[in-house]
T-cell receptor, first 114, second 112 residues
Framework: AQKVTQAQTEISVVEKEDVTLDCVYE???????LFWYKQPPSGELVFLIR??????QNEISGRYSWNFQKSTSSFNFTITASQVVDSAVYFC???????????FGTGTRLLVSP | DAGVTQSPTHLIKTRGQQVTLRCSPK?????VSWYQQALGQGPQFIFQ???????QRGNFPDRFSGHQFPNYSSELNVNALLLGDSALYLC???????????FGPGTRLTVT
């Protein structure tokens, strides 16, 4: 069975602080894909990143970085120098190879105050 | 390049009624998936359409059905609406062989 756990329900930070969102996943498949999506108040899910199970190289994109560790089944997301515009709900998701079904976690609401 | 579009934006229905939601995929995409997102929860997969056929289905009753047209657009139909069907319904499109799904803005359905 597939499962994604985002234990942090809500995180509040002050602008310019760094923040890490945790994601732990479960799957029996050896080939899978991990995703992060951002959902602002408008409701639309915005794709942020995809990671393949066979590529554990960490990635940095501007203020965003992702730490993928198969040994702990984790795919954590860090925002450096947070901004008010980062306020949103962030979802981690898992997909098996060959299928379109995404399994989402329950999301982490990030509030960045000025 | 237009992204994924959905209509209507909001909808209010009464228990027992039927509803149809519509989705147009991103240009070049041939696969459409539908998700239900209850308040405070993550999206739950309903089903996926490719080549006008349902290819994969989540744990949803037969009251939920869909259709994909030759132009790749899709409809989600829900019969005999229940109060628990109130949610944000999201459509996602992708290219069959690729893995990234792009989501539309959703349709907010309220059942009273």
């Amino acid at each position: 069975a597939q499962k994604v756990t985002q234990a942090q329900t809500e995180i509040s930070v002050v602008e310019k602080e760094d923040v890490t969102l945790d994601c732990v996943y479960e799957t029996r498949d050896t080939t899978y894909y991990l995703f992060w999506y951002k959902q602002p108040p408008s409701g639309e899910l915005v794709f942020l990143i995809r990671r393949n199970s066979f590529d554990e190289q960490n990635e940095i994109s501007g203020r965003y970085s992702w730490n993928f560790q198969k040994s702990t089944s984790s795919f954590n997301f860090t925002i450096t120098a947070s901004q008010v515009v980062d306020s949103a709900v962030y979802f981690c998701a898992l997909k098996n190879r060959g299928f379109q079904k995404l399994v989402f976690g329950t999301g982490t609401r990030l509030l960045v105050s000025p | 390049d237009a992204g994924v579009t959905q209509s209507p934006t909001h909808l209010i229905k009464t228990r027992g009624q039927q509803v149809t939601l519509r989705c147009s995929p991103k240009s070049g995409h041939d696969t459409v998936s539908w998700y239900q997102q209850a308040l405070g929860q993550g999206p739950q997969f309903i089903f996926q359409y490719y080549e006008e056929e349902e290819r994969q289905r989540g744990n949803f009753p037969d009251r939920f059905s869909g259709h994909q047209f030759p132009n790749y657009s899709s409809e989600l139909n829900v019969n005999a609406l229940l109060l628990g069907d109130s949610a944000l319904y999201l459509c996602a499109s992708a290219v069959r062989e690729l893995d990234e799904q792009y989501f539309g803005p959703g349709t907010r359905l309220t059942v009273t």
